[in-house]
């Protein structure tokens, strides 16, 4: 979970052979499972599992408990990864929970950089994440309290372009926390949408492209498992240097399962789920049939965010490289814009920049100040469910992450005389 290291060695240069941009595309594809998905797997499975065997009360409790909402998102955020926080967003998608525990969710997170800072600087996990946490309970209550301007924002947001979204849904008013979907409600409860194969050309084929399908999700579950043990072997190594290996060795596993599982991801959201009865992923569910249904949903849900995720690495790797420009060096700057630069780097969607970021971190060449800022700001892989389906509360959301991540750096700067290079690093 480090700068993905086909970058290395790369000449400073804005042309690209084809070679360098297929040595990009090839490691972006396997370090994003295996960095992101693989941990964002088994956190959507542990909460969709808890809602089969409980009936979906959480849920139902939540929907009853207005109060608890931010700090339910925020629980969900602080978990390390990004799983806890996606889950929040489609419930804010349905009207089941408010604006503000968006918010919250997305302050909370620390994404995928969680795990390099935990292994390489356990004493600063536990400040920072600490901080995003009380700041993100303290934000989401006071916007779902008073607003905050939210809504003006959303206004203005709305008057640069039209909000996109994955099936035509647009958000009335973010500040009102209400359903971005008028008949989700409806919607969510119905099990068999998934199955629409569009026209009915394939209805010959259904037969066959549904067994496949399943065939494609239990290898998918496989390499989930294998690809975790393989991200998790990554951190206890210091997240070394993985080059491209297929021999039976951890490099071997890496970059197998890295490739296998972001194929079999693609696959099932772009195919499989028209076959399989879980075509709208990013929505959660209240409740599952079967044990089998829960960990398809999972998998479904997973493989929405590798796709997201997956082009956020490759954005992120080629603009580096085709501009000349580190985005992290520019985030250190000398002095008090060294918390700015981390709340800023934070807009950046998805755990690559942070990563980096945290790396960076880890090494001594950013204060402290700004490792929290950009704790509180970042939202990781949370928000490309949100994107999808949503992209005007995404952009609202994003930017209102950003404004506790600004004040806590800068005070941390001037206030905390711990705040400093390399606080808590082993």
Same mark, same amino acid.
């Given at each position: ?14 042309? @690209? ?7 990009? +595309? ?22 969709? %599992?808890?809602? %089969? ?8 409790y939540l929907e009853n ?5 931010? +700090? ?11 799983? =806890? ?6 419930? %804010? ?11 919250a969710a997305l302050a909370?997170?620390?994404? #995928? ?33 008073? /607003?905050? =301007? ?15 979204? #994955? ?28 199955? #629409? ?17 399943? @065939? ?24 070394? !240097? ?25 696959? +099932? ?5 028209? *076959? ?9 569910? #209240? ?13 479904? !849900? ?14 992120? !790797? %080629? ?6 420009? !580190? ?81 806590? /750096?800068?005070?941390? *700067? ?11 690093? @082993?």
């Open positions: 979970m480090a700068p993905l290291q086909a970058l290395s060695g790369l000449p400073e240069t804005l042309n @690209l052979t084809l070679q360098e941009a297929l040595d990009i +595309l090839i490691f972006s594809v396997r370090d994003g499972f295996v960095q992101v998905s693989a941990f964002v797997a088994i956190t959507v499975l542990v909460f969709s %599992y808890i809602q %089969y065997r409980t009936g979906g009360r959480i849920v139902t408990n207005e109060q608890m909402q931010p +700090l339910a998102g925020a629980l969900l955020g602080l978990t390390p990864g990004c799983g =806890g926080a996606i889950i929040a967003m489609p419930l %804010y998608i349905r009207g089941t929970v408010s604006f503000g525990t968006v918010v909370a997170t620390a994404g #995928d950089s969680a795990f390099v800072i935990l292994a390489l600087a356990p004493e600063a996990a536990l400040y920072a994440y600490s901080m995003a946490f009380i700041s993100a309970i303290l934000f989401g209550y006071a916007i779902d309290m008073w /607003g905050l =301007g939210v809504g003006r924002v959303d206004k203005a947001v709305n008057k640069l372009s039209r909000p996109m979204t #994955d099936g035509g849904f647009t958000t009335t008013n973010v500040a009102d926390g209400g359903p971005s979907i008028p008949d989700y409600q409806h919607d969510a409860h119905d099990h068999t949408r998934g199955n #629409d194969n569009t026209d009915g050309r394939f209805d010959a084929l259904t037969p066959v492209m549904s067994r496949f399908s399943h @065939l494609v999700h239990v290898l998918w579950w496989a390499v989930a498992i294998l690809g975790l043990v393989a991200g998790v072997m990554y951190l206890a190594r210091g997240a070394p !240097e993985v080059p491209l290996e297929f021999r039976p060795t951890f490099f071997g596993l890496f970059t197998v399962t890295g490739l296998v599982g972001t194929t079999a991801s693609f696959y +099932l959201h772009f195919v499989g789920r028209r *076959f399989i009865g879980e075509g709208e992923a990013g929505r959660i569910r #209240d409740d599952f049939a079967s044990a089998y249904e829960t960990f398809q949903h999972a998998a479904m !849900e997973t493989s929405m965010v590798t796709v997201w995720v997956i082009g956020a690495y490759l954005i992120y !790797e %080629y603009g580096i490289v085709i501009l000349n420009v !580190e985005i992290a060096a520019v985030a250190a700057a000398a002095g008090v814009f060294a918390p700015v630069g981390g709340a800023l780097l934070g807009l950046i969607p998805g755990c690559a920049p942070q990563i980096v970021f945290a790396g960076i971190y880890a090494e001594g060449g950013i204060p402290f100040s700004a490792l929290t800022a950009n704790a509180i700001s970042q939202d990781g892989d949370a928000l490309f469910p949100l994107m999808a389906i949503d992209m005007k509360a995404a952009i609202v959301a994003t930017i209102y992450t950003t404004i506790p991540a600004l004040i806590v /750096g800068v005070l941390l *700067f001037y206030l905390w005389p711990y705040a400093s290079f390399g606080f808590g690093v @082993l």
